[in-house]
């Protein structure tokens, strides 16, 4: 089946300690994108690619890294700058980027800072 | 900056009873696209409808309808008939245009917490 697969689902980190949240797409698209979710709050934009070997930053990137040496991969590193990390992260690809396609979201990984 | 505003943080319902959840969003743009995502306990957010700024009429599938009126800069979403698998969380979400090359992000509401009480 064509999606975006996260994982791991659960993970914890010790304070001080960087970690990968990975994030693969099989639906050949070009646009891919990290949020962030806090309870109460939207999703806020953390990185986002339109192509292979090529990323941006959005709203909250510091603190964060990411890489995209492959079209279905958008791993994000939550790097121990990141002074507030437990959070819900989600990622996302679109055909690309634009308002005219939607976005199709993968299921989350859920960060806990032990 | 764009702004998307769900004044609506929790809504409660008895099942088959219809509910309207409420958006209204800022920008100063012309053309821009407006969103609503459902995301169910399992976490993934689920597209439900994308709207142009350019088209103003009513949509309707099934259950589900989206009343978009510019004059009033709002995009409310009505379910008719709720079953209890409509408990969720909405969001509302508006693009945004983010650098002069064509790149769009979403800006999303603070969400809706809906629950259909059986």
Request: overall charge negative; hydrophobic content about 30%.
């Amino acid at each position: 089946d064509g999606g975006i697969t996260q994982s791991p689902k659960y993970l914890f980190r010790k304070e001080g300690q960087n970690v990968t949240l990975s994030c693969e797409q099989n639906l050949n698209h070009d646009a891919m994108y990290w949020y962030r979710q806090d309870p109460g709050q939207g999703l806020r934009l953390i990185y986002y690619s339109q192509i292979v070997n090529d990323f941006q930053k959005g709203d909250i990137a510091e603190g964060y890294s990411v890489s995209r040496e492959k079209k279905e991969s958008f791993p994000l590193t939550v790097t121990s700058a990141q002074k507030n990390p437990t959070a819900f992260y989600l990622c996302a690809s679109s055909l690309r980027q634009g308002g005219d396609t939607e976005a199709f979201f993968g299921q989350g990984t859920r960060l806990t800072v032990v | 900056a764009q702004k998307v505003t769900q004044a609506q943080t929790e809504i409660s319902v008895v099942e088959k009873e219809d509910v309207t959840l409420d958006c209204v969003y800022e920008t100063r743009d012309t053309t821009y696209y407006l969103f609503w995502y459902k995301q169910p306990p399992s976490g993934e957010l689920v597209f439900l409808i994308r709207r142009n700024s350019f088209d103003e009429q009513n949509e309707i599938s099934g259950r589900y309808s989206w009343n978009f009126q510019k004059s009033t800069s709002s995009f409310n979403f009505t379910i008719t008939a709720s079953q209890v698998v409509d408990s969720a969380v909405y969001f509302c979400a508006l693009s945004e245009p983010i650098s002069n090359f064509g790149n769009e992000k979403l800006t999303f509401g603070t969400g809706t917490r809906l629950t259909i009480i059986p």
